[in-house]
């Protein structure tokens, strides 16, 4: 009897931790505009953007925006080498968990457009 109890308490459990995980999520990579993009794109001047999913446990959300800033940081070379321009709701985000990408769609999709201080990343969808 308490080993079929453990196996069910088990059972239930372990979809809701992978539910759980998932819901961490890997934040994709920034988006570098080309020289005509950050001309015309939805903020002037901006180098790029970079998406993240503010739904979910608050400590996960914290996470997702560390990670985001991380990313931009990486992009640009440096924490210190970059300036937010604008953080805005409702774009659709995407992040990896366990190999699968999940889409966070509506208000709680989050951009932060960005501008590089100094020389400006490779736009993407160009490789070197």
Do not use: W
Request: net charge positive; hydrophobic share 35%; charged share 20%.
């Amino acid at each position: 009897m308490k080993t079929k109890s453990i196996a069910i308490i088990t059972i239930l459990l372990v979809p809701i931790l992978l539910l759980l995980s998932a819901c961490a999520g890997i934040v994709e990579k920034p988006y570098i505009y080309s020289q005509y993009e950050g001309k015309s794109g939805p903020v002037k001047g901006a180098t790029g953007e970079q998406t993240y999913c503010a739904h979910g446990l608050p400590q996960q959300v914290q996470d997702r925006k560390k990670q985001a800033f991380a990313n931009i940081a990486k992009a640009c070379g440096g924490e210190d080498k970059y300036a937010i321009i604008e953080e805005l709701a409702g774009s659709p985000a995407r992040t990896t968990a366990l190999g699968i990408e999940t889409s966070c769609t509506g208000f709680a999709g989050r951009v932060i457009y960005f501008k590089c201080r100094g020389a400006k990343p490779l736009p993407s969808g160009y490789s070197k």
